[in-house]
């Protein structure tokens, strides 16, 4: 199926060409948006950092990723800093917990995003539950 021509998905299911060239502008844009959108919230979100090599020079990859393996931010920099991780929190949507590698630079920056509610346990950020009494 994946890498087929139009010639042999028509011949597959015995329909005509045009119809899938119908269908191909008619709902493309409806997988494109799905793909793309944002979500407003987040529950769980993987934060992560990688040593790649690209064309022989090294870069950090960072990662943001939401519990269900969907991208939220991909950023390439030259150097694993705290700048580096206040521009990778700046796309990702508030979550209720964040699961780092204890990297030095997520720390100030997760605080400073969130507020002092995050509280860090084991590679883990969770948001506590804040009781307010109104008197």
């Known amino acids: ?5 139009l010639r042999e998905l028509s011949d597959m299911y015995n329909i005509s060409e045009r119809t899938i060239l119908r269908w191909q502008s008619d709902y493309s844009y409806l997988l494109i948006n799905k793909i793309t ?16 090599r690209m064309r022989g ?4 990859l960072w990662d943001g990723i939401d519990s269900v393996s969907k991208w939220l931010f991909t950023e390439f920099t ?4 705290k ?6 929190l700046r796309h990702i949507p508030p979550p209720h917990k964040i699961y780092t590698d204890d990297c030095f630079s997520y720390r100030e920056p997760i605080r ?22 109104i008197t």
Do not use: W
């Open 37 to 52: 959108q944002k979500p407003m919230s987040v529950y769980i979100v993987h934060l992560d950092e990688i040593f790649v």
């Open 1 to 5: 199926m994946i890498g087929s021509t």
């Open 83 to 88: 700048q580096s991780a206040r521009k990778l």
């Open 112 to 133: 400073e995003r969130y507020g002092v509610y995050f509280k860090q346990k084991n590679h883990v950020y969770a948001l506590e539950k804040i009781n307010v009494k």
């Open 57 to 60: 020079t090294f870069y950090y």
């Open 78 to 81: 030259d150097n694993r800093t």
